[in-house]
């Protein structure tokens, strides 16, 4: 359970800055949509050839991955972040000025070595710089994706409706003028230390463990669904670049509010996998849908509108599943996954393409069907390998691991000392071993990316400091790190998780959970669902002991709440 306050509005020039371009940046999504056919129609270029913008663009992203912490770690944020606008700008003008399909396909690939570039280092750039702590500054991050996977299509639509060239030369400008934001408002960010700079290959080689390679995989084959629609989608429906860029935006706006308000639902209902595998089943039946009803132009944009539902959640869903299975740093997973399934599924739009041109107009929605059922198949494959992983704190390594009958200690926030302080009558009372949990919540932001809302080495130090006021008076204590990926209640579910499986005697929580950041939710959902006793303590309230060491009845202010059998 991680603590942060909350400020969107009360930001630094540089935070608005980063924001800025990192909405123009994910642009890039949908942009080029609505101007597809005018491509083929002005370069005489076939569907398969135009398509081939979304896969050097999407397979440079990918590869590029790989490298763009490796570059964070060694230049500094503020010089990755400037690079990266700088190829953006470069290529996507570039892109604008050429007269063939070729260049322009050459072109994207170097845009999307620089979207990776920024997009690697954006968020921590604004997490780092942003006031308020850590949630206002997710909360405008989310609100830059959401923005520029919406708007992407729309912008495209406009400037595409003056030319097919405007797109490129629109989002030039745009980076142009965040790339000076920036420069002028960032300060310096230096290179971390030697001993913290990351290897190109550690990304790879977090690919051996299982969870992480069956998430790839499922990733793989559920993007080939996900670009052929995207790519491949615009030429069926014979619309007009308006038109398109309105059916997009629809699309990309149904993505940003069901991966950010719909996904966090069905996950807490249901569980990230099955919740997963019910959103790949609804994106299989639409894409079956629009194979049967390829010929009803109303009937294929409801369809178009409608995906974007499904591949919210979907893509949500499945950050989640990486984030909280991952037994490697969040950065490296992220960095592994990113890198296998834009890669593995760069190459549908192409597919699709040549399938439309040489086999039937439906036949691209139904390979896409059948690709994404198979993402289904690999995810039960995988299924017991994507559970939630703990940790222990590093410097509690050595304590024995069977808890089992402990008192489990629920801690967060600042009052968590003095909450273990509290408890100790109550240890000596009961005879048994205490077990500190400290929960690390991770955010996933729009589908697309995840963040600790806690760094590791503070989460650490308080189960630490937790752990030694409990050795301090003769405790058998023990401590332990645990990830929630998702919403506050995934923290309660991950207590009541560990709970049972240490046979808890009886759960104790600090005021952080009952009124603090967590919300209150946290602390009924636990109170709620309980096998054993919750207790709720107030740290104001004074200690439970008696002078001489001896437990005394907790009053109503030291004791908010019991339940359980």
């Known amino acids: 359970m991680s603590p942060h ?62 490298v763009s912490s490796v570059v964070a770690s060694r230049i500094g944020t503020k ?56 949630a206002g500054a997710v909360m405008l991050y989310e609100a830059a994706l959401g923005l520029g996977i919406s708007v992407g299509p729309l912008l495209g639509g406009e400037l595409g409706g003056v030319s097919w060239r405007g797109p490129f030369f629109g989002v030039a400008v745009l980076m142009a003028i965040g790339f000076i934001a920036i420069a002028k408002f960032l300060p310096p960010t230096p ?69 950010v308000f719909v996904a966090p639902r069905l996950s807490s209902r249901f569980g990230d996998v099955r919740g997963l595998a019910a959103a790949l089943a609804g994106i299989v039946a639409v894409l079956v849908v629009m194979g ?80 994404t059922a198979i993402a289904i198949g690999v995810l039960w494959l995988y299924r017991t390998a994507l559970v939630p992983v703990a940790e222990t704190a590093p410097s509690l390594a050595e304590e024995p691991a069977d808890d089992r009958g402990a008192l489990v200690v629920a801690v967060a926030g600042p009052s968590a000392r003095e909450v273990c302080a509290m408890i100790v009558p109550l240890a000596r009372a009961r005879a048994t071993r205490v077990h500190v949990l400290h929960v690390v919540e991770r955010d996933v932001l729009a589908g697309e990316d995840a963040i600790d809302l806690e760094s590791t080495a503070a989460a650490n130090d308080l189960v630490e400091s937790c752990t030694a006021e409990l050795r301090q008076a003769d405790v058998a204590v023990v401590g332990e790190l645990l990830h929630a990926v998702g919403s506050h209640v995934d923290v309660a579910r991950r207590i009541l998780g560990r709970a049972a499986e240490l046979s808890a005697t009886a759960i104790v929580l600090g005021p952080e959970t009952r009124h603090g950041p967590l919300g209150a939710h946290v602390g009924a959902v636990i109170a709620r669902d309980a096998h054993s006793h919750v207790i709720i303590l107030h740290p104001a309230a004074g200690p439970l002991g008696r002078p001489d060491g001896r437990p005394r009845p907790m009053n109503p202010a030291q004791l908010w709440q019991t339940s359980g059998t």
């Not at 949509?33 to 083929?40: C, E, M």
């Not at 606008?85 to 050459?106: D, P, T």
Request: proline share 6%.
């Open 292 to 371: 049967v009803l390829h010929d009803s132009q109303t009937a294929l944009i409801v369809c178009v509108i409608v995906s974007g539902s499904f591949f919210g959640i979907t893509n949500t869903l499945m950050t989640q599943v990486v984030m909280e299975s991952a037994p490697v740093p969040r950065p490296i997973a992220s960095s592994a996954y990113s890198f296998v399934r834009f890669c593995g599924g760069a190459i549908a739009p192409f597919v699709a393409g040549k399938l439309a041109e040489h086999v039937s107009v439906q036949a691209p929605f139904y390979l896409g069907a059948a690709m």
């Open 79 to 134: 010089r990755t972040l400037l690079a990266g606008l700088s190829l953006i700008i470069v290529f996507s003008a570039l892109a604008g000025a050429s007269n063939s399909i070729g260049a322009i396909v050459g072109l994207r690939a170097g845009w999307g070595l620089g979207n990776a570039l920024f997009i690697a280092t954006a968020l921590a750039v604004i997490v780092g710089a942003a006031s308020g702590g850590v």
């Open 191 to 259: 290179p971390p230390p030697a001993q913290e700079r990351v290897s190109v290959l550690e990304p790879l080689r977090a690919l051996r463990h299982r969870p992480i390679r069956g998430s790839g995989l499922t990733a793989i084959f559920y993007n080939f669904g996900f670009f052929t629609l995207l790519g491949y989608a615009p030429f069926p429906l014979h619309l007009g670049i308006h038109e398109l860029g309105y059916t997009f935006t629809a699309w990309g706006l149904m993505l940003a509010v069901f991966a």
């Open 5 to 66: 306050g909350s400020s969107f509005f009360s930001q630094p020039k540089s935070v608005w800055a980063v924001a800025f371009a990192a909405v123009v940046s994910f642009m890039g999504l949908g942009l080029v949509d609505p101007i597809l056919p005018a491509i083929a129609h002005d370069l005489d270029a076939s569907p398969s050839d135009v398509e081939l913008l979304f896969t050097s663009y999407f397979a440079f992203t990918g590869i590029s991955m790989l």
